[in-house]
């Protein structure tokens, strides 16, 4: 047991010996303190206190007054923070401790021989993963490390897109081969950053050569590349978020290898793109997502691309699909700002395309387009400008078509002409079309009205002779018949033709002179012209009102009752200018 004196004994208290003061010499200072890479301090022997041991770590005494523990953290704060120096030293030693370490550490330099080592180790990257998945097929875990390496070395392949020089050291050590075989990974997040990283290097941003372009794309090409990306587009589950922004890269490494018109006309007729494409915009969606939208617009690309491409898109009945889509749109606007306006925008370009070739043509009269596009006319707004280049586009090349085609279109240019406000742009746009070219199309009416009053004229003879051997009431009985043998004569055609003209004279006074000049060299004047109008009034019914394309025309007004009299007035208005 404890004595009493042991119980009382003082312990052993810390040595209250105080540190050497620090001269404020520059000398004494650096002879006093050294600090480390981590701003510790390091004590020489005489300075230190030395450290007690065991139970001599109690603290004993009196707590300092209040003013010395104020000033100690102050201390700690002030000329010692850090462990001795001021923070201003420190600062300055951290500074020089940064441009040292910036020094040891130089830039890598990228060249030809840091492709090599690139190649080296991706290469191998792709043989471990190969190696391992076919060992432990059954066991992914033992390969997924290996996979994750391999989708770092993929992903790191796009800072070449930066040093497009040496895009040929690439494809001749053959990776671009292999970079485009990860294409067809069992893993669709390695082959989406594939596909990624090939859309990055042939990026029309990228400062490229074109020769330097062309070996990269060539290699891709040779590996199979198209092939690859309709594989993996039609692999991915769009519903999946990463999954779609795969199919995002697919759509945009096709934008850019379809710069090169080989490939692009390539993609529109020896690939499945152009059906899939013709699918994903018809896909049913709430709010046009992005890639509906960039699937509208590769679309459009790929039929600018060539005449081969059109006519494999309007086979698979692109033209009635295109305008099924549109049909939402003669009324209502898309919103503004949004993917569903540049998706409208896209589906009226691939429609303009195909309005390029005749076949085009004729399927979109079969699908009553003009239908849809007088009514876009009449009532659209965003679709009316958009409406009006595409009948400008089905009114081009004509020459070759046939009666029916001649008479829709004509039969266009009258609604418009009548349709169209006074000082709109769409209207003074489309006069500009008959004034270009030295009033060329003026000239191009002219000679189809003579073509079809010769053979109207031909036809009047015919029932003049017939009248002349009937009664009153034999006459009567067969004016129906009569006015069929002059409409199939091309009665509606030579009405509809001289409509317009009366509408370019009034319109136009160098339309005016043209139109008396060019009849005057068949001496004729506008007299004939406003003869037919003036017949029209009196006989309303042969510009075909109950039936055929008159009546499409004027279904975009209120009233049959109204069409009659509105109709009559225009024809009065147009004959009186005609005098």
Request: proline share 3%.
């Amino acid at each position: 047991m404890a004595s009493i004196d042991d119980l009382f004994k003082k312990p052993n208290l810390p040595s209250l010996k105080r540190k050497s003061e620090i001269s404020n010499h520059p000398n004494a200072v650096y002879k006093a303190t050294k600090v480390n890479a981590n701003g510790d301090v390091k004590k020489n022997g005489k300075a230190t206190v030395e450290e007690a041991d065991g139970d001599e770590d109690v603290e004993a005494g009196p707590s300092l007054p209040p003013d010395e523990a104020e000033e100690s953290i102050d201390d700690e704060e002030g000329r010692f923070f850090g462990g001795g120096i001021t923070s201003d030293t420190a600062d300055v030693m951290e500074f020089i401790d940064e441009r040292d370490r910036g020094d040891d550490t130089k830039a890598e330099k990228i060249d030809a021989a840091w492709v090599r080592k690139l190649a080296l180790n991706f290469e191998r990257r792709i043989s471990r993963n190969s190696e391992l998945r076919a060992k432990f097929e059954d066991d992914p875990q033992k390969f997924m490390g290996s996979e994750a390496d391999l989708d770092a070395d993929v992903k790191a392949l796009s800072i070449l897109s930066e040093h497009p020089d040496l895009y040929g050291e690439f494809a001749r050590l053959g990776c671009v081969a292999s970079l485009v075989s990860l294409l067809s990974h069992e893993n669709t997040d390695i082959a989406i950053d594939a596909i990624e990283v090939i859309s990055e290097l042939t990026a029309e941003d990228v400062e490229a050569e074109q020769e330097q372009w062309d070996s990269l794309v060539d290699a891709m090409l040779e590996a199979d590349l198209l092939s690859l990306l309709y594989d993996n587009i039609a692999r991915l589950d769009e519903e999946n978020e990463s999954d779609a922004a795969g199919v995002y890269h697919v759509l945009s490494v096709i934008e850019n290898l379809s710069s090169r018109t080989t490939i692009a006309t390539t993609l529109g007729t020896n690939t499945s793109f152009i059906p899939w494409l013709l699918e994903r915009i018809q896909k049913k969606e709430t709010t046009i997502s992005q890639n509906k939208q960039y699937s509208a617009e590769i679309l459009a690309i790929l039929l600018q691309s060539s005449p081969a491409s059109r006519l494999r898109f309007i086979d698979l009945n692109g033209v009635d699909i295109l305008l099924q889509l549109l049909s939402p749109y003669r009324k209502r606007d898309p919103t503004k700002g949004t993917e569903e306006e540049e998706y409208v925008e896209n589906l009226f370009d691939s429609a303009v395309c195909c309005l390029d070739e005749s076949g085009g043509k004729a399927k979109f009269l079969e699908a009553e387009g003009i239908e849809l596009c007088l009514i876009m006319l009449k009532e659209g707004k965003m679709s009316r400008p958009r409406a009006l280049r595409l009948l400008n586009h089905a009114l081009d090349g004509q020459d070759g078509q046939d009666h029916q085609s001649t008479e829709h279109l004509l039969g266009i240019l009258s609604s418009m002409l009548r349709s169209l406000p006074g000082n709109s742009a769409e209207r003074i746009r489309l006069l500009a079309k008959f004034v270009e070219k030295d009033y060329q199309k003026i000239v191009r009416a002219l000679e189809i009205r003579k073509e079809y009053a010769a053979k109207v004229a031909a036809v009047e003879n015919d029932l003049r002779n017939e009248r002349a051997i009937l009664s009153a009431e034999e006459q009567e009985d067969r004016a129906d018949e009569w006015l069929s043998r002059r409409l199939d004569a091309g009665l509606y055609t030579l009405q509809t033709v001289d409509v317009v003209l009366a509408w370019l004279v009034a319109e136009d006074e160098g339309a005016r002179e043209k139109v008396k000049s060019l009849l005057g060299e068949r001496k004729e004047g506008l007299d004939v012209v406003r003869a037919t109008l003036e017949g029209m009034i009196l006989v309303p019914r042969v510009v075909g009102f109950a039936n055929g394309p008159a009546d499409q025309l004027q279904s975009i007004d209120t009233t049959a009752e109204d069409r009659d009299v509105v109709f009559q007035d225009m024809l009065a208005t147009l004959a009186d200018h005609l005098r």
